[in-house]
């Protein structure tokens, strides 16, 4: 190994600091994946709510894939041109709002809810992904950023479901659902200046 070679090992971010420099885009990775999670979890309640069918309401989640292919066929040219960092704020704005439309009665109000969740996250992670990499330029560092991204959606989907029965015995699953909203509409200022 040459010494320019070791220069730049040694100059390579540990992963506290590049967890420390991306963290909110590691909080939304996993603040993406909570409201599917939620209609998973408690799909009979949230049936029951809406006066449907159990594998009615369940199958309305498949109306996610339909916004992510629209989502990419309509808009995939033009997001290359927008910094990543507003890309992911405003898929987090638009996933806070799907959040609350979750929380009313009705198919039709699920139906938006899913689709507008499915095209959330075809903006949100490639958008997040790109953005904790440009933290990083092109060092090494900026796979390993975007790696830590994927990691936190892998673990919000292992957790996320023991997690948010607790404070549903609370607040039921709506409040979770108005959590997410909230944590999302918290999260987008501090994405806004990721990226290029």
Do not use: H
């Amino acid at each position: 190994m040459s010494q320019t070679e070791l220069d730049t090992t040694d100059k390579l971010p540990g992963e506290r600091k590049i967890i420390a420099e991306i963290w909110p885009a590691l909080l939304a990775s996993a603040v993406g994946l909570l409201p599917f999670t939620v209609l998973s979890t408690f799909l009979v309640p949230i049936a029951d709510w809406a006066g449907a069918g159990y594998a009615e309401v369940g199958s309305l989640r498949g109306l996610a894939g339909v916004g992510a292919v629209l989502t990419g066929v309509a808009l995939a040219p033009l997001i290359g041109r927008i910094a990543p960092g507003r890309v992911a704020a405003a898929a987090l704005v638009l996933l806070g709002i799907a959040a609350v439309l979750g929380t009313f009665s009705g198919l039709a109000a699920l139906a938006a809810f899913c689709l507008a969740t499915g095209v959330a996250n075809a903006l949100l992670y490639p958008a997040l992904t790109t953005a904790a990499a440009d933290r990083f330029g092109t060092t090494p560092a900026a796979g390993r950023a975007a790696t830590l991204v994927m990691t936190a959606q892998t673990l919000a989907s292992t957790v996320g479901a023991p997690l948010l029965v607790l404070p549903a015995l609370w607040w039921g699953w709506r409040g979770n659902l108005i959590a997410i909203a909230v944590l999302s509409l918290a999260l987008a200022p501090a994405l806004v200046r990721y990226g290029r």
